[in-house]
């Protein structure tokens, strides 16, 4: 960078002026052993920015280059005029304040703080056009909580805030336009409306209605009794589905025992609801419940019997019983579970017992099981965080 070209108030002596840009010294630098002063930017080759290796002014060797303080106090000390003058600026200042004074003087151009607005005004006019600019945001004074550009406040009262006043364009009244929605949908009596009897179509002013339905009403109690008839079809069907559904093939099931720990401190034998498992053959659809006992043989441990039911179509199953059955207490604890297996085929006592419920009578509450299915150093295991213990029946092949 070469000398500063600011305006001086005084003519600045000769020995001042550097001999390469013919300016007044900018941070001088003097050379040595001549002793001559220049800008220190001008003793850099311009195209090459190799430094110079001769002195511009006697043509000596350059030994070396040093910082001349005294040369730089005094150009610094000089009186300037504002570089904004031509704006109307009239301070004075030393040139080495004049930077400082430049970021703050009032005839400095600066932008606009509003965001959109772009305008460039004298520093100190700023405070005055922001105030007044049309891009600063104001809040809508009408309460809808918005904060809008000064210059669009009144398109945003008369078109988009939610509590200026609207008319319904059908029955002429007003009201805020954030009712004017549920106005329209719901309560405008000059609206038309569709009839909400299915299969009516008729549009009517919604002020009306009472009339429509008057005047409609053989004809809509035509239409209900038509819907209700299909409706009964429909029901139909889908009775007809959940038979169905009930018939497929259920091969397990599972129990969820809540409350554990309070009935086996109570003694109480636990019952399931009903249930049914079947296999390939869906006709086979044996009823059954589950029973526990959570104290066991009153001993500590846990019972498990599968208990037969009649159920309601005992004359479509085939008797006695001939599948076995796999009752599983869920390890709750990451071990194994425990599992029994009543096999009506190949054992004995098992196969007197089924023959004997041949089929079950009703109310049925004889069963047969494992009356130690868990030791009582085993039940914390089968019980989980919330009380629960998990049983699983399944017919095998």
């Known amino acids: 960078e070469m000398g500063c070209d600011a305006e001086y108030v005084d003519d600045v002596h000769e020995e001042l002026v550097c001999a390469v840009c013919h300016l007044p010294m900018l941070r001088a630098v003097g050379i040595h052993p001549c002793a001559h002063a220049f800008c220190e930017g001008c003793l850099v080759a311009p195209h090459t920015g190799v430094a110079l290796q001769e002195c511009p002014t006697c043509r000596g060797a350059i030994g070396s280059t040093a910082p001349s303080y005294a040369v730089r106090n005094v150009m610094n000390g000089l009186l ?3 570089t904004h003058t031509a704006r109307g600026c009239e301070e004075k200042v030393k040139r080495g304040d004049l930077e400082t004074h430049a970021a703050t003087c009032g005839f400095a151009e600066v932008t606009c703080t509003h965001a959109g607005c772009g305008a460039t005004v004298l520093r100190r006019d700023l405070k005055a056009h922001v105030a007044k600019c049309e891009w600063g945001l104001v809040t809508c004074p009408k309460r809808c909580g918005e904060r ?20 319904c364009e059908k029955c002429g009244t007003k009201r805020k336009a954030e009712a004017s929605e ?10 038309e409306v569709e009839c909400e009897v299915a299969g009516c179509g008729v549009m009517y002013k919604r002020g009306a209605r009472a009339e429509h339905m008057k005047e409609h009403a053989e004809r809509h109690v035509e239409l209900l009794a038509a819907e209700n008839k299909a409706r009964a079809a429909e029901n139909k069907t889908l009775l007809e589905r959940m038979a169905a559904l009930e018939s497929a093939v259920c091969t397990s099931r599972e129990w969820i025992v809540d409350g554990f720990s309070a009935k086996r401190q109570a003694k109480q034998w636990i019952f399931s609801g009903e249930m049914v498992l079947s296999h390939e053959n869906v006709a086979h659809r044996y009823p059954f419940q589950l029973r ?3 104290n066991g043989e009153n001993d500590g441990g846990v019972s498990l019997y599968f208990v037969p039911r009649r159920g309601e179509h005992p004359h479509r199953l085939e008797w006695p019983m001939k599948k076995k059955v796999e009752m599983r207490i869920v390890n709750q604890k990451g071990g194994n579970d425990v599992v029994g297996i009543l096999d009506p085929v190949d054992n004995d006592t098992l196969k007197a017992f089924f023959a004997d419920l041949a089929p079950p009578p009703a109310g049925n509450t004889q069963g047969i099981g494992l009356p130690d299915f868990l030791k009582p150093s085993e039940v914390d295991d089968f019980v989980t965080s919330t009380d ?5 029946v399944r017919l095998l092949d």
């Open 182 to 191: 549920e106005h329209r949908k719901r309560l405008c009596p000059d609206r």
């Open 388 to 392: 629960c213990m998990t049983v699983r």
């Open 148 to 167: 809008v550009p000064r210059g669009k406040l009144e398109k945003h009262k008369a078109e988009e805030c939610v509590k200026r006043m609207v008319e």
């Open 80 to 82: 300037v005029y504002c």
């Open 292 to 294: 526990v006992g959570p």
